[in-house]
């Protein structure tokens, strides 16, 4: 089956311990990422990097926080090193190739065809709502398989399994390649995800998966 990896906002800001907007306990899933990284770049298989984007006006941005559906600012598209990706999973490889779609764009950049890196900005916790050409992306890919990881767990990463899902994508997430902001009931999420149909795996199991 035709897979796809599906890199969820691994950005300094939540993934560095001083970053805008740290992810607690990101930093222990890092080897991780760095492994899942490097497999698909030497097995060629394509990946979505999704990058939250914003700007003062953005209506997840507060300075008046609940963390729950607005937050302080972060991976802000003026805010300096915070939304970069880490090195870990760092797409912007040229020998790779990769295209930017942004939120701005009316249309998929030129280079989309030729690129194993796209990198989705996106202005909202969904990617779906968050980028109006996403669903073009998917449509463009054709994955019947998406493998997800990133951060966090029960915000952005809910939202891309469940939208994936919907769009009658088979959907794999590694657990060991995940972390959630620490509120509600994560189990809850899990749950959720398998009775849409989604399957919970560990790195390296994944691999066999999906040969």
Not at 71 to 76: E, G, L, Q, R, S
Not at 124 to 129: H, K, L, Q, R, S
Not at 143 to 156: D, F, K, L, R
Not at 166 to 195: D, H, M, Q, S
Request: proline share 3%; hydrophobic share 40%.
């Amino acid at each position: 089956m035709k897979t796809i990896f599906w890199n969820v906002d691994t950005q300094e800001d939540f993934m560095d311990a001083k970053g805008a907007l740290s992810v607690k306990g990101a930093w222990v899933i890092r080897p991780v990422l760095k492994e899942i990284t490097e497999y698909a770049r030497a097995n060629g298989i394509r990946v979505v990097n999704t990058a939250d984007c914003h700007t003062e006006k953005s209506k997840e941005i507060s300075k008046t926080p609940d963390f729950k559906t607005t937050f302080p600012a972060h991976c802000m598209v003026d805010g300096g090193k915070g939304i970069d990706f880490i090195d870990e999973t760092y797409p912007k490889v040229f020998k790779d190739n990769y295209s930017m779609v942004c939120y701005t764009d009316k249309d998929l950049h030129h280079s989309f065809d030729r690129a194993r890196n796209i990198i989705i900005y996106k202005d909202a916790f969904d990617v779906f709502e968050g980028n109006h050409l996403t669903d073009k992306v998917i449509k463009k890919l054709a994955p019947e398989v998406a493998v997800i990881y990133g951060v966090a767990t029960n915000v952005c990463v809910h939202f891309a399994v469940i939208g994936l899902i919907e769009r009658g994508i088979k959907v794999l997430i590694i657990k060991n390649a995940i972390k959630e902001l620490p509120f509600g009931n994560i189990e809850y999420i899990y749950n959720k995800w398998r009775i849409a149909g989604a399957m919970l795996t560990e790195w390296p199991r994944v691999k066999v998966l999906i040969k």
